[in-house]
């Protein structure tokens, strides 16, 4: 009773349990032979649920990294391909644009080039005289700047790169020179190297006796040179070795200038602004020339004094004497007094000319010492000959010390007009100087 009642009226879960298997029993799936057919090649996804195989999803985790880096590696090839290709298009336009810079520079440079040939060649160029001055120890751009300047040269750039290659750009001349527009570099070259084609000649004569002090003076007042730097010049020994003359020179003493009495007095050419090497050296080679001759020191040889004794000696004779007859005369008193003086107690040469030597006077003492300056020349103060010449004298002045007259004077003395009065002894002199309107 109960069973068959149960089976006539079902449970809810077995009407649903029998409802799912009617729909299953019912359910068909129509697929076409063609769908069919492509389910074949149909791949199961490569993405993987949360209940996968965790090595699988890392496979796939590596696969897609490798995917993503070779993806990234192909676009920086087609990046970089596409940058070999713009490049290879900007080289061919610098290339094409360095070619017409090359070939402008060449044609430009061609016509500098030939500009310059011709300037150096003076191609065309009409022959006009030009005067020209340079400087004192000028440089090949001080030179190329002038001759520029002077319209001598058009390429200053061309001349200096000459003068170097050439080795012409070691020394130039000072001084004034003429030049023409027709001379080649080499040409203006030769001629601003060489001092003898200078126009800015100066005559200059020494008289006989002239101290370097003196000369000095001179010189400088006839733009040759400065003063000071001559009288600083003549201390120099560097000409010694070069000339015989100044191998005489003796160290008796402190001298005040080292080639006093060794330049000889003459007539000379210098240029302005000259190198006082080349006045020395002109000076100190007449004096080589005129006291080294032959027949003048085998007389200096005979008579027991050397060459310096014998220049400072007729210094001293070319000062006091009044002219050429008078210096044997005065040579007779002062040789008289050397030789023979201590007999008489004599024992000074008491030559006024020697007392503020290297100055004239008292007055041209410079005043801060005028009053306390004492001369290591002064023949008052000291025995026999001073340690030098007191000036340079000529040559008759030098025979006349070498040839004094045979005398038996001591003393000497002048009036205003250069008459000359002699004694032998001290009275006799005082007397004189009464004569002479010295006393």
Not at 371 to 379: P, R
Not at 424 to 438: I, P
Request: aromatic share 10%; charged share 25%; proline share 3%.
């Amino acid at each position: 009773m109960n069973e068959n009642n149960h089976n006539l009226h079902p449970s809810e879960e077995e009407l649903s349990r029998r409802l799912r298997e009617k729909r299953v029993s019912g359910f068909s799936l129509n697929i076409s032979d063609e769908e069919y057919d492509n389910t074949q090649d149909y791949e199961e996804p490569s993405s993987i649920s949360s209940y996968s195989d965790p090595s699988v999803a890392q496979q796939q985790s590596a696969q897609a990294a490798r995917g993503e880096r070779q993806a990234k590696k192909r676009a920086e090839l087609a990046h970089n391909a596409r940058n070999r290709q713009k490049r290879r298009g900007n080289r061919l336009f610098f290339r094409m644009v360095w070619l017409l810079v090359v070939v402008l520079v060449s044609l430009v440079a061609g016509q500098y080039a030939v500009a310059g040939i011709n300037d150096m060649l003076a191609t065309g160029r009409e022959a006009i005289d030009v005067t020209v001055d340079l400087p004192v120890d000028p440089t090949t751009d001080q030179v190329a700047d002038i001759l520029e300047e002077k319209g001598i040269i058009r390429e200053k750039f061309f001349f200096k790169l000459y003068a170097r290659f050439t080795n012409s750009s070691e020394y130039y001349s000072n001084g004034t020179f003429q030049l023409d527009t027709s001379m080649d570099y080499q040409a203006i070259i030769n001629t601003l190297q060489r001092s003898s084609n200078r126009l800015d000649t100066v005559r200059v004569m020494i008289p006989e006796g002239t101290s370097i002090v003196e000369l000095a003076s001179l010189l400088e007042q006839n733009g040759v040179c400065s003063a000071n730097d001559f009288m600083e010049a003549c201390n120099t020994t560097e000409l010694d070795e070069s000339y015989d003359v100044l191998g005489a020179i003796e160290d008796r003493g402190q001298r005040y200038y080292h080639l006093e009495g060794y330049l000889f007095p003459d007539t000379y050419d210098f240029y302005q602004n000259d190198n006082i090497s080349s006045v020395l050296m002109k000076l100190v080679n007449n004096a080589n020339k005129k006291l080294m001759d032959e027949e003048l020191q085998e007389q200096i040889a005979n008579s027991g004094m050397s060459m310096d004794e014998v220049l400072t000696l007729a210094s001293i004779i070319q000062m006091e004497a009044a002219d050429t007859d008078d210096m044997y005369m005065v040579s007779s008193v002062l040789h008289n007094r050397l030789d023979n003086g201590a007999q008489y107690d004599i024992y000074t040469l008491d030559c006024d000319s020697t007392m503020y030597y290297p100055y004239r006077t008292k007055d041209q003492v410079p005043e801060a010492q005028r009053e306390t300056f004492v001369s290591t020349y002064n023949t008052y103060n000291l025995g026999g000959l001073p340690p030098g010449p007191i000036c340079n004298p000529g040559l008759d002045a030098v025979k006349a010390a070498l040839n004094p007259e045979s005398t038996n004077y001591y003393y000497f003395c002048h009036d205003a007009e250069g008459n000359a009065y002699y004694a032998r002894t001290s009275s006799e002199h005082e007397q004189n100087l009464v004569k002479a309107g010295l006393r």
